[in-house]
């Protein structure tokens, strides 16, 4: 179930526009974990995150295997003592007009991506949110 972001209010909302990196955890097949840093985009009105990468690249592949029903993942950012997690199911869009809207946000919060054809983009939807921020 896909929460309401906008009830955490404009400081919540401003942590997430604030450029900052965060992480991208996801369960390998084995059960370990594999974090890795990520740039990521939140829309707060509809409690979707979402991280642009390679197709070809390990997340991009794990996602895609899990198909339309998704893959459970959290992004986390840190900034001194603020911080905050959002965990979600990760599903992966390749259709070029998704993958524009994602370089667009990702250019607002951070700056324009490099160009790469192979481009996807992981979108959450955001379940549980965890943080003081």
Not at 7 to 36: K, M, N, Q, Y
Not at 43 to 48: F, I, K
Not at 81 to 103: I, M, N, P, Y
Request: glycine letters at 8%.
């Amino acid at each position: 179930m896909v929460i309401d972001l906008t009830r955490r209010g404009p400081e919540f909302a401003g942590f997430w526009t604030e450029r900052h990196l965060s992480t991208l955890s996801t369960v390998r097949e084995d059960g370990t974990p594999h974090v890795i840093p990520v740039g990521v985009t939140l829309d707060v009105a509809t409690a979707t995150a979402r991280v642009i990468t390679s197709g070809t690249s390990y997340k991009a592949r794990l996602v895609r295997a899990a198909g339309a029903e998704g893959v459970r993942v959290a992004v986390c950012q840190v900034d001194g003592r603020r911080w905050s997690t959002l965990e979600g199911l990760a599903v992966l869009r390749d259709d070029a007009e998704a993958v524009l809207d994602a370089e667009r946000r990702y250019a607002l919060r951070y700056r324009t991506p490099r160009p790469n054809p192979l481009r996807v983009v992981l979108e959450i939807a955001v379940t549980r949110v965890l943080g003081n921020a």
